[in-house]
Nanobody, 124 residues
Framework: QVELVESGGGSVESGGSIRLSCVASGNTFNAYCMAWFRQVPGKDREGVSAIDTDATTSYTDSVKGRFAISRDNAKDALYLQMNSLKPEDTAIYYC??????????????????WGQGTQVTVSS
């Protein structure tokens, strides 16, 4: 199993930007679909953005046009650039490696491994 560690969370005012990073350990990073999820206490974990092994991306509707996912396979790293942040973006953000590529990847299905999470707080 790939092991993942998120960083880059913090507090920002509405309209601000944050860039999250996720560093993976393991020998098959390039072979995984990677994704960002977020979770608010008491709510279900939500898929935010995914990037497949061929760099195809997907975004949940609420972040389209504001967030951008990317990966650097040479660095075993995953990123989420978050712009125009809103209070409703406040959550713990997790990176994940998913089992499959293609539609299952882009629809956030079958996560294989999770990071510990990093808190993002957006004030109004």
């Amino acid at each position: 199993q790939v092991e993942l560690v998120e960083s880059g969370g913090g507090s920002v005012e509405s309209g601000g930007s944050i860039r999250l990073s996720c560093v993976a350990s393991g020998n098959t990073f390039n072979a995984y679909c990677m994704a960002w999820f977020r979770q608010v206490p008491g709510k279900d974990r939500e898929g935010v953005s995914a990037i497949d092994t061929d760099a195809t991306t997907s975004y949940t509707d609420s972040v389209k046009g504001r967030f951008a996912i990317s990966r650097d396979n040479a660095k075993d790293a995953l990123y989420l650039q978050m712009n125009s942040l809103k209070p409703e973006d406040t959550a713990i953000y997790y990176c994940a490696a998913l089992v499959f590529s293609g539609d299952d990847c882009l629809s956030f299905r079958h996560p294989r491994s999770w990071g510990q999470g990093t808190q993002v707080t957006v004030s109004s």
